[in-house]
Each structure stands twice: as C-alpha cells, then as structure tokens.
C-alpha cells in the first residue's frame, strides 16, 4: 500500500521561499513519475510540476522559472522548491503519482503568501 505525507509548508511574505517534501511509503515511487499539485477554494486542483523517475521535468506556466520539483529514490521523497513566491500561489498542495489517482490523494500542505 502506498502512502504519501506532505510537510513544509506554512505563512511566508511575497517574494520569499519555502521548500516542500513528499515522502512516500511503498515500492512504487521508484518506478513512476510524480507530481506536486495544488488547490484554492472553489477551483479545480491544478498540476503545478511533474518529474519522471529519471528526472525530467516539467512546469506549468505561472511557476516556471520559480518553482523547482527534484526526487531522491534512495529516500522515496519528493521535494518543490518554491522561490519568489506570490500571494496567488496560495493553495493547499498535494503530492501524488503522475498522473494522479485518487487513492493516493493525501492532506495536503498549505502554503499561505502574504503580500
């Protein structure tokens, strides 16, 4: 059974940083590509990065050149980098496979940017 723990995240003023973690449980993170989400009140969960085993990655638009998404197989974690963070980059964020499924949703972690 896989799990998936999100922790880093918390208040910070426009402009800082904050440095997310996933760590999963299970054999399957070293054989699939993950990804970190996020979610506002009344919109839909959005992907914000993706990263394959081997270490591609990808962005969407509004974080690219901001947020950095990197993995460490050895420790089955998963990490976001979010710098020069905005307030429209509060959300609560998730971690999961990717593409998503819905069994490995977890809490989350909110993240809250102040301007």
């Known amino acids: 059974q896989v799990q998936l723990v999100e922790s880093g995240g918390g208040l910070v003023q426009a402009g800082g940083s904050l440095r997310l973690s996933c760590a999963a449980s299970?054999?399957?993170?070293?054989?699939?590509?993950m990804g970190w989400y996020r979610q506002t009140p009344g919109k839909q969960r959005e992907l914000v990065a993706s990263?394959?085993?081997?270490?591609?990655?990808n962005y969407a638009d509004s974080v690219k050149g901001r947020f950095t998404i990197s993995r460490d197989n050895a420790k089955n974690t998963m990490y976001l980098q979010m710098n020069s963070l905005k307030p429209e980059d509060t959300a609560v964020y998730y971690c999961?496979?990717?593409?998503?499924?819905?069994?490995?949703w977890g809490q989350g972690t909110q993240v809250t940017v102040s301007s």
């Open positions: 999961n496979i990717f593409p998503a499924w819905d069994r490995y």
């Open positions: 299970g054999s399957i993170f070293t054989i699939v590509s």
């Open positions: 990263i394959t085993r081997g270490g591609s990655t």
